[in-house]
């Protein structure tokens, strides 16, 4: 068995559902700390949520290094119904040339093949000319309140640079490596009430129906180009995920509509020019209404430079697969990581079980990945040493 297969299957046995990181970042600390490595616990949250972040980092004599960070988490979703999975889902189980278990591919291989990936490295380069880092919490698949996004202004007010960060969030399609996440799009909601007045269906003239008085507003923002995209982004989409108005009763108009929707947004807006479109929108229809935003997370993008020229090189190394940049998907916590660290990409095994009954990772793709990680720290190792 693999190193890498091996602490896998010892993370997938840690049943970590959020924020409960049930030991995994302590195993994984316990073979860093060998390595020169100084590991540092923060722990965030409420009594009833305490979520644990794991900052382990690496430092190079060489007083210029620049910083590399490995960035992941090491809770899992739920299980859901345990009937229905073929074997416990945190006990590793083989099958058909897979690995089952909750996490298997969202994200502790990537973990595993994280730690593995570096004590190969170190063995071969003892003396690196960069600081290596890892950055785990137990709050990715929550709420993320307490989780990368405290570590990272822990580090910010310690003037800690940031310069590569690598997450193991699951990108791959079919093969490990053949597509990578250089970026994501920014993601903002809204919960929209529109104001009416209620009354009797029979005597609408003494009423005002804010379904009626919304729909022309709706179809407008429904049919709205809000940018074009660019060569990394599709063009920012607007969707309603959510409508009610009504009491329930069939002889009743409603007195208020309350909406809610959201924007994927790119970086050719901004969250201030979202705002104030739609609110142009309303107004222009003359609607009374209230309208609260949130924001869960910043578009950012990192475009072709020495980190994604490491991976994409590492990758066609080590697979043979010119892999595809994709901004497509979901938030991660890329999204906190850049704030503080200008290129951040994202690599990791096939997606296509994650948070599914039966989530499992093929074998032949975990050492491959394990490789890859490596072979990106030896680039940029490489890189640096010639700038010298």
Request: hydrophobic share 40%; aromatic share 6%; glycine share 8%.
């Amino acid at each position: 068995m693999s190193q890498t297969l091996y602490l896998t299957e010892q993370l997938l046995a840690l049943p970590s559902l959020t924020p409960d990181d049930q030991g995994c970042q302590e195993l994984i600390a316990a073979r860093l700390a060998p390595l020169g490595f100084t590991c540092e616990t923060m722990v965030s949250g409420p009594d009833d949520f305490r979520v644990t972040n794991l900052w382990a980092k690496r430092s190079s004599t060489n007083p210029a290094a620049e910083t590399l960070v490995f960035a992941g988490h090491t809770d899992v979703v739920p299980t859901g119904p345990l009937n229905q999975w073929q074997s416990p889902p945190f006990v590793p189980s083989h099958r058909d040339g897979r690995l089952f278990g909750r996490g298997a591919s969202d994200m502790k291989t990537s973990l595993a093949a994280f730690v593995v990936a570096i004590e190969e490295f170190l063995l071969t380069n003892p003396e690196p000319q960069l600081n290596i880092a890892l950055l785990l919490t137990s709050d990715e698949e929550g709420p993320a309140h307490d989780g990368t996004v405290v570590v990272c202004q822990a580090l910010k007010a310690r003037g800690e640079t940031l310069d590569y960060c690598i997450v193991g969030e699951p990108t791959s399609v079919e093969r490990t490596g053949d597509m990578i996440k250089n970026g994501r799009r920014g993601s903002m909601s809204g919960k929209l009430t529109v104001k009416g007045l209620q009354g009797h269906i029979a005597y609408p003239h003494l009423a005002k129906n804010p379904i009626h008085l919304a729909a022309p507003a709706l179809a407008e923002l429904a049919g709205m180009q809000w940018d074009g995209g660019n060569a990394f982004f599709p063009p920012t989409s607007w969707q309603v995920s959510n409508i009610h108005g009504g009491t329930g009763a069939a002889n009743v108009i409603p007195g208020q509509l309350v909406l809610d929707f959201n924007f994927r947004f790119c970086t050719e807006s901004t969250p201030e020019s979202l705002q104030q479109r739609l609110c142009a929108v309303l107004d222009a229809h003359q609607l009374e209404y209230d309208l609260s935003w949130s924001i869960s997370g910043l578009p950012f993008l990192t475009p072709p430079g020495s980190l994604v020229h490491a991976v994409c090189d590492a990758i066609l190394a080590v697979t043979g697969i010119t892999t595809q940049l994709s901004t497509t998907g979901g938030t991660s916590d890329g999204r906190f990581i850049a704030q503080i660290c200008p290129q951040v990409i994202e690599l990791g095994p096939p997606n296509a079980t994650i948070h599914q009954i039966n989530e499992y990772v093929a074998v032949a793709d975990i050492e491959p990945l394990k490789n890859i990680y490596k072979r990106t720290l030896e680039n940029l190792n490489r890189m640096a040493k010639a700038a010298l």
